[in-house]
């Protein structure tokens, strides 16, 4: 109908250039436009007399002639219009001589099922329903097999969907480089555009809109995610300590499986290591489930986690994600410095030796400027009591600060405490007792910035009356409250533990602390232990120094107490860092190769330098070596960067040190995995967002296999390749005739009707 009004179809004015066929200038038919308004205004005018009499209102008196002049007008602006000859101008593809390349998606998921049979089969299908036949009737056509690149093949039906990859930015780039010599009037693309590469290329686009090949999309496959369950990503921490409790989550998305109660499993090398059982929400809502594992020893963990399948599913291969830990060949120390002699440090410090990646160095205040230090590494070691330089200080990963009131330390000790979380990364503990805290004066110190609650700075906070330590919505899944993996049964242990042996009340959280424990008291329910982030690292309160009562009031075998001041020592040392702190974009790169290497590097005061020569030696899995220099960011004060490719698939392990001059000052190490033939198992349904941007980028179209048909005569109007600019009339369509006598037959039957004829 559109082409029958308008002598041409809808692509030809989406395409083309409006333009006059005569010279004649715009602004005389706009001045003519403008006297004919003129005219038609004054007869409007002059007509208004007939309805000046009852019983016309004035409404009418006025917007009778105005309807008819403006109808008067319309037909001669139509006609002046007409008089100008518009026409367009359009630029097409010369016949038989410009290339569309078509080029077909050979990837993995296109053997997924699409409607009724596979993606591939539709797509050949298409083509050879006749769309391939009408555009070799116009063009030479050459078929490409697009996977991890574009291959010339001789027919769709030599296409088997085998390639472990799409990268359709680096096929689309290669078939436009062809442009250079070869005139290609368009590309022809078939895929689902479940596409590896993380988003479109954007220099493949590039060299596409600079050839001026219009990209037109034919997309196959659900638009929304079929039956399946898929993993979306796994997280965990990229370190840890061995024989630590490691927390991972997993969202999983699915559809078709509301409230289907599945297995969650995590594996390593063959061995389970856990397993949970979750029910699955509903269809497109994600699902954020834990898991926590153990480590093993130093090394690399690599991790499979996966959703055990359930019947019917589309493609169970995406049940999976793979995350890689770095067990850490280190031992961190932790200084905890009491004030009185006291139980607490008894029972840490039994907790302590239990743990053989751990060493915690004790200060035990027995009189007026006397210690007692256990755990010491050498006779010099805190001789002269709590560190006092920075150096000193900063030799430590965690600080534990018990009944110790802030007189006892000078201003400058206190400013390193500060800085010890501030820029040492290291984590601070402060604990209760008769002289800590508010009844210690801490509140008047620039250490209460640090703690993750405001402390009242009133005096009587610390009684020796036994409160129950009750379990917050936070911390039943927080990695330092977490007695047991099981939620449910995590909560009833934590009810289970008998009464702490006193309580210290301190302040209202911080907005940005979590509170995990609260003390049941008269008072109601206040916080017990609370955490907040502190610059590069953490800092914590527990507002007691009874935990030692769980020993002592429940059976030997009963291992609540040790795990709780295990997984809080670990938690104080698990984010410090050594002078130099490296890691990767990602630890495990899916059919990927591209990895930034980023650190940063800090001076003996931790600060951030510049200064420093940093380099990683990258052993590759056939056991060749890699040499990477990173570049200092000029924008970020000691950060350094480098981006390397891992070219074949296996283990990489990278060794940075850190350099001023020729003395190396710090060392790290940290490991990545490239895994190949995995991300093409992931989002099975089609990316069509992603196609109609291709195809709108680049002058395109986005069809669907049912409307592809039309696709020939679309590619015709193209300024690719070898094309021609023409002139196409317009003022001859039968629409600007029919408007023109519309005009008129409308005026006529006003006019009839309100007695003007």
Do not use: C
């Not at 409790?245 to 594996?267: C, E, M, N, W, Y």
């Not at 926590?292 to 055990?308: D, H, P, R, Y």
């Not at 400058?412 to 501030?422: H, P, T």
């Not at 020796?464 to 009750?470: F, Y």
């Amino acid at each position: 109908m559109f082409e029958l009004l308008f002598k041409y179809p809808a692509v030809m004015f989406q395409k083309g250039e409006f333009v006059f066929g005569r010279s004649w200038p715009v602004w005389l038919l706009i001045a003519a436009a403008l006297a004919a308004a003129a005219y038609a205004g004054t007869v409007a005018w002059r007509a208004r007399t007939r309805w000046s009499v009852a019983p016309y209102t004035p409404v009418q008196r006025w917007l009778r002639p105005a309807i008819l002049g403006a109808l008067g007008w319309a037909s001669i602006a139509v006609l002046l219009l007409m008089l100008w000859q518009p026409a367009l101008s359009v630029s097409s593809l010369k016949p038989r001589q410009n290339v569309v390349a078509v080029v077909i998606d050979s990837s993995k998921s296109m053997a997924l099922p699409g409607q009724g049979t596979t993606r591939i089969a539709q797509a050949r299908n298409l083509l050879d329903s006749g769309l391939l036949a009408d555009l070799k009737a116009r063009y030479p056509v050459r078929i490409y097999a697009a996977g991890a690149d574009a291959t010339r093949v001789e027919t769709p039906s030599a296409i088997d969907p085998v390639a472990p990859v799409t990268r359709l930015g680096n096929s689309l780039a290669q078939v436009a480089g062809e442009s250079a010599t070869l005139p290609i009037g368009a590309v022809v693309l078939l895929t689902d555009g479940s596409d590896n590469s993380r988003g479109f290329d954007r220099s493949a686009l590039s060299a596409l809109k600079q050839a001026r090949i219009p990209v037109h999309a034919i997309g196959f496959g659900p638009e929304t995610l079929p039956t399946d369950i898929e993993m979306l990503n796994a997280g965990a921490p990229a370190r840890a300590l061995p024989s630590s409790r490691i927390p991972i989550v997993v969202r999983i998305r699915h559809s078709g499986f509301d409230q289907r109660q599945a297995k969650l499993t995590a594996s390593s090398e063959g061995q389970t290591l856990a397993t949970r059982q979750i029910t699955l929400p509903a269809s497109g809502q994600l699902a954020a489930e834990n898991i926590t594992i153990t480590a093993g020893k130093a090394g690399a963990m690599n991790v499979q986690l996966s959703v055990e399948p359930l019947g019917g599913e589309l493609s169970p291969a995406n049940n999976s994600q793979s995350v890689l830990v770095q067990v850490e060949d280190r031992k961190p120390r932790i200084l905890y410095f009491e004030g009185e002699p006291r139980w607490e440090l008894k029972f840490v410090r039994r907790a302590a030796g239990e743990d053989k990646t751990l060493e915690l160095a004790s200060l035990l205040r027995t009189t007026q400027n006397k210690f007692y230090r256990q755990g010491i590494a050498s006779p010099a070691e805190l001789v002269n009591g709590f560190p006092s330089t920075v150096e000193e200080i900063f030799s430590y990963d965690g600080l534990i600060i018990g009944a110790v009131e802030a007189g006892a330390f000078t201003p400058s000790q206190l400013s390193l405490i500060k800085a010890f979380a501030d820029r040492r990364g290291g984590g601070v503990l402060f604990l209760g007792g008769r002289t800590a805290l508010s009844e210690g004066a801490w509140h008047t110190t620039d250490v209460a910035e640090m703690l993750p609650v405001s402390l009242s700075g009133r005096k009587d906070t610390f009684s020796r009356n036994p409160v129950k330590a009750e379990l917050t919505q936070q911390g039943v899944l927080h990695d330092l409250t977490r007695l047991d993996d099981s939620p449910q049964a995590n909560a009833a242990r934590w009810r289970a533990l008998p009464p702490i042996a006193d309580f210290q009340q301190s302040g209202p959280p911080k907005p940005a602390a979590l509170v995990l424990l609260e003390a049941a008291s008269a008072q109601g329910r206040q916080p017990l232990l609370a955490v907040q982030p502190f610059g590069r690292g953490r800092v914590a309160m527990l507002s007691t120094g009874g935990t030692w009562k769980w020993q002592m009031l429940m059976d030997a075998r009963d291992q609540s107490h040790e795990s709780f001041w295990k997984q809080m020592l670990r938690w104080l040392v698990s984010e410090s860092r050594p002078r130099i702190a490296a890691r990767v974009s990602e630890s495990v790169l899916n059919d990927a190769e591209s990895v930034r290497i980023d650190a940063e590097v800090f001076d003996p005061n931790f600060l951030p330098t510049s200064e420093a020569t940093v380099e990683a030696r990258i052993t590759q899995p056939g056991g060749e070596t890699a040499l990477a220099t990173l570049q200092p960011d000029p924008v970020r004060p000691g950060r350094y960067t480098a981006d390397f490719k891992a070219l074949a698939p296996g283990a990489y392990v990278a060794q940075l040190s850190a350099r001023l001059g020729d003395a190396e000052f710090a060392r790290d190490e940290l490991m990545f995995r490239r895994q190949d033939g995995v991300a093409e198992a992931f989002h099975p349904e089609q990316d069509r967002p992603l196609l109609e941007h291709l195809a709108s980028q680049t002058g395109g179209k986005y069809w669907t296999p049912e409307s592809a048909r039309d696709l020939p005569k679309e590619i015709e109007f193209s300024e690719a390749g070898l094309s021609v600019r023409e002139l196409h009339d317009l003022w001859d369509s039968p629409f600007a005739f029919l408007l023109l006598i519309g005009l008129k037959a409308a005026e006529w039957l006003l006019r009839r009707r309100w007695g003007a004829v």
